[in-house]
């Protein structure tokens, strides 16, 4: 971090570097933790915390530990609205290669949530839709995004939110599914083959470098989407990823 830059520019700065290492940190951690990450002294590190938890972007426990805040939750759902409106154009683009519903998701705790869709020219009714949440291991964009989670952390998540079917095709066994995980990050694409909803196949890609973990998909039916389809989609799908990737580093200027 450049050390001439104006008090009010560098402290602004700290304070979003302190935000981001308590994400990283799993949202909660002590003050002498975050000098250690950061390398700034405590009494600067004391002196940014009091006015985030003044103005609620964190808030202080009884174990006067630190935690993220309620008002980042706001700024949170916020910025995914904006990021589903960012990726439309490429959505689209999307629709009118394949002929195929599209979607956007992000990874959001435990939950994926749809953050932009843009439907196919067939009718076909599904059950994404923006702004809902699932849980992951059951859907493309699910897995795609999990893939790239390191195993223990998967295990825990799964753990914690249990793996229920929601077809007899949906994957139940952790071991399994990790598997499944392993297979994806070796042909860079992710499958949801009738494991949401019975007679619907979902083909998935992560967005590269996305400030958020973020995954792009198709979804149409079975009879539409074959084997011999997705050979032609995922290279679309993964060039439109990239696409979209380099509009987000670009600060989302399509």
């Not at 909803?197 to 539409?224: F, Y």
């Amino acid at each position: 971090m450049a050390s001439d830059r104006a008090g009010g520019v560098q402290s602004l700065e700290r304070a979003f570097d302190l935000l981001e290492r308590m994400a990283d940190a799993g949202g909660e951690v002590g003050l002498s933790e975050l000098s250690a990450s950061s390398g700034l002294p405590l009494p600067t590190i004391h002196r940014l915390m009091r006015t985030l938890v003044d103005c609620g972007y964190v808030r202080q426990q009884p174990n006067r530990r630190y935690a993220l805040g309620p008002r980042l939750i706001r700024l949170g759902e916020s910025s995914a609205r904006l990021l589903g409106t960012w990726a439309r154009p490429y959505l689209a683009e999307l629709v009118e290669a394949t002929g195929e519903t599209a979607n956007m998701a992000l990874l959001d705790g435990d939950e994926v949530v749809y953050v932009a869709q843009v439907p196919s020219r067939h009718s076909m009714r599904m059950f994404t839709e923006v702004g809902r949440r699932v849980l992951p291991h059951s859907t493309g964009v699910g897995k795609a995004l999990l893939a790239h989670v390191p195993p223990e952390e998967v295990r825990a998540l799964l753990a914690r939110t249990g793996m229920p079917a929601a077809t007899e095709r949906t994957i139940v066994d952790p071991d399994a599914f990790l598997a499944e995980l392993e297979h994806i990050r070796a042909q860079g694409y992710a499958v949801d083959d009738n494991e949401q909803e019975v007679g619907v196949r979902c083909l998935a890609v992560t967005v590269p470098d996305s400030p958020t973990a973020a995954a792009i998909s198709i979804s149409g039916p079975a009879g539409r989407v074959t084997e011999a389809a997705t050979e032609k989609i995922v290279p679309v799908l993964q060039g439109v990823a990239r696409q979209l990737s380099t509009a987000l580093a670009s600060n989302g200027t399509p």
